[in-house]
């Protein structure tokens, strides 16, 4: 059974800083693709760092220079280390893991844990 279990998000005031974290079980880990996404009230649910099963990261273009991804996969753990917040950022971020079965994508999804940026 797949089980991804989101900390570490808050209030926070304008231009502070989160770090979110996301432990995965019941999956690959270390051979798993990762990522963020979040939902704000009323808008659709988006891409905010993907974090490969390598390593390797990409953004939206809304975070880039603001927001890091990284894993340890020793950890199960996938982070998100998020600077000068802004009330924009506000929404609930949830960690996704897609996994590969025959051709088909299935997408595992946290429970979602909200940010919330005050101006």
């Known amino acids: 059974q797949v089980q991804l279990v989101e900390s570490g998000g808050g209030l926070v005031q304008a231009g502070g800083s989160l770090r979110l974290s996301c432990t995965a079980s019941?999956?690959?880990?270390?051979?798993?693709?990762m990522a963020w996404y979040r939902q704000a009230p009323g808008k659709q649910r988006e891409l905010v760092a993907g974090i490969s099963f390598e390593g390797s990261t990409n953004y939206a273009d809304s975070v880039k220079g603001r927001f890091t991804g990284s894993r340890d996969n020793a950890k199960n753990t996938v982070y998100l280390q998020m600077n000068s917040l802004k009330p924009e950022d506000t929404a609930v971020y949830y960690c996704?893991?897609?996994?590969?079965?025959?051709?088909?994508?299935?997408?595992?999804w946290g429970q979602g844990t909200q940010v919330t940026v005050s101006s």
């Open positions: 996704n893991a897609p996994l590969w079965r025959m051709g088909i994508k299935y997408d595992n």
């Open positions: 019941g999956i690959p880990f270390s051979i798993t693709d």
